[in-house]
């Protein structure tokens, strides 16, 4: 069974303070991780796909880096802006359909 | 209207009504899906629809009933709900129920009484 695990559950920084969120993934073969943003209530706003281990990408401030058995969100001098939860999600390559795993998401506040 | 849209945004109802929810997307995908998300659980998965055939039902009790008319729209039909229902419902779509990339709309926040 596929899992995923984020950590920490909530993290709190002072703007301008750099940090990473944690993505422990378990799956039978990744086909992709993805990383996506959650403001309160709207839906989850699609930020990244990595496919294989060594792979980054980055958007703004935010940097995702991926390896065997987890990823990184890596946020660099963020802005209360940047406040929200943030969801990591993998497929497996034999997944049929279009079935993602969900982790329970890091909620991020960025004090100004 | 862009990307994918979502009504109500919030609905409340009691154990005995008949409600839908309705998901319109404007990307020209073929695929759409119900996810449920409750408080501290992750997002999961209810059902997937590919050019409007249900291809995943992921073991969803029977009073949660979607239609999907035509591949830009999608509907949850719910009745006799229960209080542990109470959840963000939110609908996504992609390119194909192969493609790795969903678009989420903005959830229906439902309470059930």
């Known amino acids: 069974e596929d899992q995923v695990t984020q950590s920490p559950e909530a993290l709190r920084l002072q703007e301008g303070e750099s940090s990473s969120l944690n993505c422990s993934y378990t799956?039978?073969?990744?086909?992709?991780l993805f990383w996506y943003r959650q403001d309160p209530g709207k839906g989850p706003e699609f930020l990244f796909t990595?496919?294989?281990a060594g792979e980054e990408k980055e958007k703004e401030r935010l940097k995702a880096t991926l390896t065997k058995k987890e990823s990184f969100l890596h946020i660099t001098a963020p802005k209360p802006e940047d406040s929200a939860t943030y969801l990591c999600?993998?497929?497996?390559?034999?997944?049929?359909?279009?079935?993602?795993?969900f982790g329970e998401g890091t909620q991020l506040t960025v004090n100004p | 209207e862009t990307g994918v849209t979502q009504t109500p945004r919030h609905l409340v109802m009691g154990m005995t009504n008949k409600k839908s929810l309705k998901c319109e997307q404007h990307?020209?995908?073929?695929?759409m899906y119900w996810y449920k998300q409750s408080a501290k659980k992750p997002l999961e998965l209810m059902f997937v629809?590919?050019?409007?055939?249900?291809?995943e039902n992921n073991s969803v009790p029977s009073r949660f009933s979607p239609e999907c008319p035509n591949s830009s729209h999608l509907f949850l039909h719910l009745h006799t709900l229960q209080p542990e229902d109470s959840a963000l419902y939110l609908c996504?779509?992609?390119?194909?129920?192969?493609?790795?990339?969903?678009?989420f709309g903005p959830g229906t926040r439902l309470t059930v009484l």
């Open positions: 999600a993998v497929r497996a390559k034999e997944t049929s359909g279009s079935r993602l795993t």
């Open positions: 990307l020209g995908h073929n695929a």
């Open positions: 629809y590919s050019l409007e055939e249900r291809v």
């Open positions: 799956v039978s073969g990744l086909r992709g």
């Open positions: 996504a779509s992609s390119r194909s129920s192969d493609a790795d990339t969903q678009y």
């Open positions: 990595l496919y294989s």
